[in-house]
């Protein structure tokens, strides 16, 4: 998939399973450690902002010369003295490099590689430019390690190899929104029960209450039939209420 290869895309999915697995036992919530964890594409394309600071200056450390900007003469006469000093142990190319502009530090490099050679003009100029387009490709190379510089790559190839997983990572990376709408959902339950729990819960008080009311109806219910059992119906008086009424006459 966009260069990676089997083993790298491997390696960031069980590197993504590890972590959300490590993140569940700290969180306790699956979509938490979904949304903790780096996604397998950002393991496997590192974003640009991380990869700029590897990048090399190439105008600045190899700037690019040429027969009317470059005395090629003059500094094949150094290297050759630079050499015969590191033969004789009083220096090395290390502090070559290091005694040199920085726009001059590629020659140190060129002067290594074709120690114990015969130097020209020519091959300097060469040299120069090979330099240069090593540190290009060096660049082209950490650029290509994005997602964008891979999809750049990929779109110029055919679809049929890597298609297929492509869209495992991708179905992958769907699950954790899958994941959050069931998390969304099981909360929404649990509001849910917990309203149904306080509904049923006053159900039970306005129950209670009523049972309540009903038994002090029946109570005074009783109460009435058993005063009205004292009324003479010859004279419709209660006896009952008047034996009751002359306990509270002073």
Do not use: C
Request: aromatic share 10%.
């Amino acid at each position: 998939m966009f260069g990676r290869s089997f083993h790298e895309i491997g390696t960031a999915i069980s590197g993504r399973a590890r972590d959300i697995k490590r993140d569940l036992q700290t969180t306790h919530s699956l979509a938490a450690s979904f949304n903790g964890s780096d996604s397998v594409f950002k393991r496997l394309y590192p974003a640009k902002a991380s990869i700029k600071p590897l990048l090399i200056d190439v105008d600045t450390l190899y700037p690019k010369v040429d027969k009317d900007n470059f005395n090629a003469k003059y500094w094949l006469n150094q290297l050759s003295q630079a050499e015969k000093d590191i033969q004789n142990g009083t220096k090395t190319w290390q502090d070559v490099h290091n005694e040199l502009r920085t726009k001059y530090k590629w020659i140190a490099k060129y002067g290594q590689r074709t120690q114990g050679q015969i130097r020209t003009e020519e091959d300097m100029f060469k040299g120069n430019e090979q330099l240069r387009r090593e540190a290009l490709d060096q660049n082209e190379a950490l650029m290509a390690q994005t997602f964008s510089g891979k999809a750049k790559a990929f779109a110029s190839r055919s679809l049929a190899a890597a298609g297929n997983m492509f869209a495992f990572t991708a179905v992958m990376e769907g699950i954790q929104f899958a994941i959050q709408a069931v998390d969304s959902w099981v909360h929404a339950n649990e509001i849910a029960i917990q309203k149904a729990q306080e509904a049923k819960s006053r159900i039970a008080e306005i129950r209670s209450e009523y049972e309540s009311h009903q038994s002090a109806a029946e109570e005074l219910g009783a109460s009435y039939e058993k005063l009205s059992k004292g009324v003479d119906t010859s004279t419709n008086a209660n006896l009952s209420l008047s034996e009751i009424s002359l306990r509270f006459v002073p």
